[in-house]
Structures are given as structure tokens and as C-alpha cells.
């Protein structure tokens, strides 16, 4: 089992819900699979940049001997590869402003390349990945069920982001309602690590 292991919260292992979560959940994911390995990536300690049109370029046959390009197609198809050497994608990531940190967006678009994890067909995209994503989530308010269900666009987008890709096997954990008090923290956070011990075991 080959486990990429991104975290996008821009706070410290010490205070962030999704770190101390993604975390527990690898280290089950690896004491369940003691042959496991796992690539760590932080989006938040090591940045990637914006995508401009120099990606789209670096990735167009004819243009990926120019100089100009080596850094930016060395990076991108480095992250490409590693995605695509993952039988498991664990995913922490906080909620900011209704989705994903803009982080993890910017990672996002550095790998969803077409020709690359999904292509066009004639009946319309396909993923060319596959494998299993759990998406480990935190949020201020609540979204799963209520008023602001509407404006979860965190699990809705990084679900359709991984379908996308062909990964159709995806686990969401959520820790939500942070922000509503230290009794309701604690309770988000013990269902959420409830639901990591039972995924990790059928794992
Ligand atoms: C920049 C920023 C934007 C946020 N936006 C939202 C939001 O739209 N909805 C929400 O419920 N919580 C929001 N929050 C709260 C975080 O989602 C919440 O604190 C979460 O637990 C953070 O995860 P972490 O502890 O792993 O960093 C926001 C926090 C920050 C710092």
C-alpha cells in the first residue's frame, strides 16, 4: 500500500483538527500495513504556486526540452507521479471560506493534467486513476446535515475532484462545529476519531 498524505491546514500539528486527524488516520493505515509507505505533503509549509500558462506548455510535447519550462514540468509531473504511484490518498483539510484552502486548490490544479490523471473521451472526461481517498475534514460550523448544508462546498468538491480522477472510493471524515463551543470540539472531534478507528480497521 503506497499512502499520499497531504495536509492543507495553515495551522500547527499542535492546534490544527485536520493534522492531528489525517495523522491518526495514517498511523492506523500503517500499523494495519506494516508494508505501507507513505509520501508526505504539506501544501501549507511548502507552497506550490498559482498555475499560469507555463504548465499547460511545459506539459505539450514539443515544449518540454525548453529551458524556460524544465522547472515548472519538473514539478508538475513530480507531483503527478507521486499521486499516481497512490493506492490511498489521505487528505486533511480544513474549510475555508465554504472550501478547500486555497493551498490545496493551487495542488489541485497542478494534477488534475488531461493526458495525464483523467483524459477526454468521446463520451466526455474519464478518470485514469484509481484507488481509495479518505477526505479528513474540519469546519467551524456544521454542514453535513441543517441550514448551511447548502454551503459545504468542501466535501462536494473534493469528492468531485477525486471521482474526477477515477478515485470513486471515497471515506469523508469530518470534525464540525469547532467553532461552537470547547463542548461541542470535543465531541466533533471524538466522532470523527471514533470513525477513523472503524474505517482503520476495515481497512
Ligand atoms: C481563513 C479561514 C476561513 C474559514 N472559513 C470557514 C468557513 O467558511 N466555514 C466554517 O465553518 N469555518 C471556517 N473556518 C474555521 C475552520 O474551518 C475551522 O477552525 C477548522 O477546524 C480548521 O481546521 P484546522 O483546525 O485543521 O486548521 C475558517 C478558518 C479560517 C482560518
Keep these: ?15 490544527s483538527h485536520t493534522r492531528r486527524l489525517s495523522r491518526e488516520l495514517v498511523d492506523r493505515l500503517k500499523a494495519a500495513n506494516p508494508d505501507a509507505t507513505v509520501a ?12 499560469d500558462m507555463t504548465i499547460r506548455q511545459a506539459w505539450t510535447p514539443e515544449n518540454s526540452a525548453d529551458p524556460l519550462l524544465v522547472e515548472t514540468i519538473g514539478r508538475s509531473k513530480a507531483l503527478v507521479e507521486e499521486l499516481k504511484a497512490a ?3 489521505v487528505v486533511g483539510s480544513p474549510m475555508y471560506n465554504f472550501t478547500v484552502p486555497s493551498t490545496l486548490k493551487a495542488w489541485i490544479d497542478h494534477v488534475l493534467i488531461a493526458g495525464q490523471t ?14 481509495k481517498a479518505y477526505l479528513v475534514l474540519s469546519s467551524g460550523g456544521i454542514y453535513s446535515q441543517g441550514p448551511f448544508a447548502a454551503n459545504d462546498h468542501l466535501s462536494t468538491y473534493l469528492q468531485a475532484i477525486f ?15 469547532v467553532a461552537y463551543g470547547p463542548d461541542q470540539d470535543q465531541v466533533a472531534m471524538a466522532s470523527a476519531a471514533e470513525k477513523i478507528e472503524v474505517l482503520s480497521v476495515a481497512a
Design 40 to 51: 508526505y505533503r504539506d501544501v501549507v509549509a511548502n507552497p506550490l504556486p498559482h498555475v
Design 163 to 177: 471521482r474526477f480522477l477515477g478515485i470513486n472510493d471515497i471515506e469523508v471524515i469530518r470534525a464540525e462545529g
Design 118 to 131: 483523467f483524459s477526454y473521451t468521446a463520451e466526455g472526461p474519464r478518470g485514469l486513476l484509481s484507488g
Design 1 to 15: 500500500m503506497n499512502i499520499l498524505h497531504i495536509d492543507a491546514s495553515a495551522s500547527d500539528a499542535a492546534t
Design 87 to 89: 493506492d490511498v490518498v
